[in-house]
């Protein structure tokens, strides 16, 4: 499924998910500079677990945040980004939301990191953090719809969804995708999709409470 919008409007100009997109965008030109030296690039500022867990290259668990490894890639996180970052920056504001979004990236990184201890393949992208979001979005706006497109055997519809039902059928897809890579190697690191989300769930959690709280108090 692929999301094209949701139903519930920002009210407060989301400039913190423009900066983030923006500076995603901007690397993955960069990288696209880089010609043959981008296998160093990914290299130097990815995150390799066996390398983290040396003590080495700790910065890289923020650098690797805003690196992808092709077009389809950054697409599909931004676009993510994109639909569901700015209700999650209105409910968290600015500076919450920056750290949920690095929060999340870390969590998951950390997540990958204990599935896969000895692997030394660097670890690119903005899933873990994209996907903490979700987990945000998800707790915060329950009722919102998504308009989406839906594969159905061989046509694809345009269906509008509920939000729960979209993100819950995501993230249930990535820890059956994650289950079937533990002790295999897999091109997608499943665990920092789970990782992120549940860091953004936590933070979901809070921030309804709060918001539940004040409205009780301006009543």
Known sequence: MLPLRDDIPSYRRPTITYIIVALNVAVFFYQLSLG???DDFFRFYGA???RILSGSGIYTL???MFMHGGFWHILGNMLYLWIFGDNVEDGLGKFWFIVMY???GLVGSFAHILISPNSTIPMIGASGAVSGVLGCYILL????RVLALVP???FIRIIMLPAYIFLGFWIFLQLIYGLGTIGHGAGVAYFAHIGGFAAGVVFGLLFRKRQKRLSYEIY
């Open 102 to 104: 690095l929060l999340s």
């Open 36 to 38: 043959r030296g981008i």
């Open 152 to 154: 159905i055997i061989f």
């Open 62 to 64: 923020f650098t690797s």
């Open 141 to 144: 706006f329950p009722k919102a």
């Open 48 to 50: 390799i677990p066996s």
